[in-house]
């Protein structure tokens, strides 16, 4: 069983950077679909940006061209570069992995925007 620990949110003003991390317990080069996702008050859980592991990425609308995916097969870990940040992407930012027929999650980090 895929362990996943993301890390790296926390407070930033809007317009501000984060760089959220999530780390595997074991190689992720075998897992066909990492994606981040995230979960405001009130809302249900959406996906923000996925990739595969042949390297396709997909974005939410509202997040296209502020926001990269990224995994890094050698250190295990996927990466979401958050740039130009607004106080509606205020929330918890959860890691996934996929390895048919098994659907890993993390423990999520929260993400606040405000000033």
């Known amino acids: 069983q895929v362990q996943l620990v993301e890390s790296g949110g926390g407070l930033v003003q809007p317009g501000g950077s984060l760089r959220l991390s999530c780390v595997a317990s074991e190689s992720i080069f075998s897992l066909t679909f990492m994606g981040w996702y995230r979960q405001a008050p009130g809302k249900e859980r959406e996906l923000v940006a996925g990739?595969?592991?042949?390297?396709?990425?997909n974005y939410a609308d509202s997040v296209k061209g502020r926001f990269t995916v990224s995994r890094d097969n050698a250190k295990n870990t996927l990466y979401l570069q958050m740039n130009s940040l607004k106080a509606e992407d205020t929330a918890v930012y959860y890691c996934?992995?996929?390895?048919?027929?098994?659907?890993?999650w993390g423990q999520g980090t929260q993400v606040t925007v405000s000033s």
């Open positions: 990739i595969t592991r042949g390297g396709m990425t």
């Open positions: 996934r992995a996929l390895q048919s027929p098994y659907v890993y």
